[in-house]
C-alpha cells in the first residue's frame, strides 16, 4: 500500500506537467506578444495577486539657463554716476550697497558704489570702496576695469592701501596702456611693499626704458629723475643718470 502511495504522487507530478507547461508557454507568448497583451492578461487577475508592470516616465525637460546679465563697462557707470542728480545719490548709494551685500564678489557693483560715494563727498567711504573694487576685479579677471578705476583714483594712489600683488597686476596694465608714470609707481610700490628694494629699482629703470622706446622722452625723464633722488647712493644710479641724459637729449 505505501508503495501505491508513493507510486501516485510521482505520477501526479508527472501528470500535471503538461498543464505547468502549457502556462509557461503562453506566459511567453504573452511576453512576445508585448507590454500591452500582458497587460489584459493581468487585467482579469484579482488585485491581491496582479503584478504591477513599470511604465518608464519621460524624463522631464532641464531648465533653461537664464542668458548671463549683461555688465556694464567703466565708462558706461562713470556715465550713469555722473547723470545722477544730487537728490538721487542716496537711493542709489542704498541700491548699490544692497547689491554689494547680496554678491560681494560683483566687481562691476563694487565700481559703481566706489564712485557713488565719491559723488556724494563720502571722500573715507570712496577710497576704501574703491581698493576693494580694484583688488576684487583684479582677483577675479577684471583687471581691465579695475585698473580702469585705479586711474580714476590717481591722485589719491597712495590712500588707496593697495597690496604688493594687486599693484603688480595694475602696474603691467598701466605700462601696456602706455601710462608709464602710474605704472612705474605701481611697479615700484609693489617691490617695495614685498621688501625687495633692489627689485623696486630694476622695475623703475625698466618703466623708464619702456617710455624711452615708445617716444615718451619726459616721462622717461621724470622717472629716471624720481630714481636719482629716491636711490642716490645706488650703483644703478649711474644706469639712471645715462638715461637721463639720452632722454633729455631726445626730448631737445
Known amino acids: 500500500a505505501g508503495a501505491a502511495v508513493s507510486g501516485f504522487l510521482?505520477?501526479?507530478?508527472?501528470?500535471?506537467?503538461?498543464?505547468?507547461?502549457?502556462?509557461?508557454?503562453?506566459?511567453f507568448v504573452a511576453g512576445e506578444g508585448g507590454q500591452e497583451m500582458a497587460e489584459q492578461a493581468v487585467a482579469t487577475m484579482p488585485e491581491s495577486v496582479a503584478p504591477v508592470f513599470y511604465r518608464p516616465q519621460a524624463a522631464p525637460m532641464?531648465?533653461?539657463?537664464?542668458?548671463l546679465e549683461k555688465k556694464p563697462g567703466f565708462d558706461e557707470i562713470l556715465a550713469k554716476v555722473r547723470a545722477l542728480p544730487a537728490d538721487a545719490l542716496n537711493v542709489e548709494i542704498g541700491k548699490a550697497e544692497a547689491k554689494l551685500a547680496a554678491r560681494p564678489r560683483d566687481p562691476h557693483t563694487a565700481?559703481?558704489?566706489?564712485?557713488?560715494?565719491?559723488?556724494?563727498?563720502e571722500r573715507e567711504k570712496s577710497l576704501k570702496a574703491a581698493a576693494?573694487?580694484?583688488?576684487?576685479?583684479?582677483?577675479?579677471?577684471?583687471a581691465e576695469l579695475g585698473v580702469s578705476l585705479f586711474r580714476g583714483f590717481a591722485k589719491e594712489r597712495a590712500e588707496l592701501g593697495l597690496n604688493a600683488q594687486t599693484l603688480e597686476i595694475v602696474g603691467?596694465?598701466?605700462?601696456?596702456?602706455?601710462?608709464?608714470?602710474?605704472?612705474?609707481?605701481?611697479?615700484?610700490?609693489?617691490?617695495?611693499?614685498?621688501?625687495?628694494?633692489?627689485?623696486?629699482?630694476?622695475?623703475?629703470?625698466?618703466?623708464?626704458?619702456?617710455?624711452?622706446?615708445?617716444?615718451?622722452?619726459q616721462e622717461a625723464a621724470a622717472l629716471y629723475d624720481f630714481f636719482m633722488v629716491k636711490y642716490p647712493d645706488t650703483p644703478l644710479a649711474q644706469f639712471a643718470k645715462q638715461g637721463r641724459e639720452r632722454a633729455q637729449a631726445a626730448k631737445g
Open 62 to 67: 532641464a531648465e533653461q539657463p537664464s542668458p
Open 111 to 121: 565700481v559703481e558704489l566706489a564712485m557713488l560715494y565719491r559723488k556724494a563727498g
Open 10 to 27: 510521482y505520477l501526479l507530478a508527472f501528470a500535471a506537467s503538461p498543464i505547468l507547461l502549457g502556462r509557461m508557454c503562453g506566459a
Open 132 to 142: 576693494n573694487a580694484i583688488t576684487q576685479a583684479v582677483r577675479d579677471g577684471f
Open 172 to 217: 603691467n596694465v598701466l605700462l601696456k596702456q602706455g601710462t608709464v608714470l602710474d605704472a612705474g609707481w605701481c611697479l615700484h610700490e609693489s617691490a617695495i611693499g614685498e621688501g625687495d628694494a633692489l627689485k623696486a629699482q630694476k622695475k623703475l629703470l625698466h618703466v623708464a626704458s619702456v617710455a624711452e622706446e615708445a617716444g615718451k622722452q
